[in-house]
Structures are given as C-alpha cells and as structure tokens.
C-alpha cells in the first residue's frame, strides 16, 4: 500500500492554466473558451479532510466544468452516470499531463517532442 507523502504541490502546473483550453470538455457545461481555465483537481487516494490532491491528480477545467465537479452545479443528465464521469477525468487528466509535457512544464524521462 502506498502511503500519503508530503503534497506534490507546484506553482508551474498551477500557473500553466491560464489560457488554456478546458481539458474536462463535459458535455452540456463546457463553456469552451480560455478565460476562465484553472488547474482543477480531480479525487483520488492523495486528498483526504481539509487537503487538495496532488496537482499530478488534476485537470484544466472551465469554471462550469469546474464547478460540476466541485459540486457546485450538477452533471448534465445525460452524462450523470459514474462510469461516465470516470471517463471525463481520466481523460482530462492524461490530456492535462500531455499538454503540460508539451508546454515542457513536466518533463518524462526519455520523452522528446
């Protein structure tokens, strides 16, 4: 089992948001557009009460996306099921950690571009 380890935490990843693309793209909230893009992070084993996920378990998300997966607003209807909803942050988190590879803010070990 892995333990929790001190937070990945990074100002790069956080900042290379802006003015990107939606990487959640959810279907019937998506707002499209750059303005409002934040790094926005997606459930998973490293968060816990009162601690965010790793910035490696996020995504670019418009506010209307970030806001259905913060709950703030809730999931279309037609994509309200979980199967669906694990597809659109697994999706936006590899397409996330590729564009932030592209923009050379993560880097692979042996990846060229």
Same mark, same amino acid.
């Given at each position: 089992?892995?333990? +929790?380890?001190?937070?990945?935490? !990074? +100002? ?10 939606? $990487? ?13 893009? =934040? ?10 009460? !009162? /601690? +965010?996920?790793?910035? $490696? !378990?996020?995504? #670019? ?16 209807? !037609?994509?309200?099921?979980?199967? =669906?909803?694990? #597809? ?6 590899? /397409?996330?950690? /590729? ?5 050379? =803010?993560?880097?692979?070990?042996? =990846?060229?571009?």
């Amino acid at each position: 089992m892995i333990t +929790k380890a001190t937070r990945i935490e !990074s +100002k790069h990843i956080r900042n290379a948001a802006n003015g990107e693309l939606c $990487t959640l793209q959810i279907i019937g909230a998506c707002q499209g557009g750059t303005e409002t893009t =934040v790094l926005a992070h997606l459930p998973d084993e490293s968060h816990g009460i !009162s /601690r +965010k996920a790793d910035d $490696t !378990s996020a995504c #670019f998300a418009c506010a209307a996306c970030h806001d259905v997966l913060d709950g703030r607003r809730r999931w279309p209807e !037609s994509e309200d099921r979980a199967d =669906v909803r694990q #597809f659109y942050m697994r999706r936006a988190q590899t /397409r996330t950690i /590729r564009r932030l590879v592209e923009l050379g =803010v993560v880097t692979i070990k042996g =990846v060229k571009l």
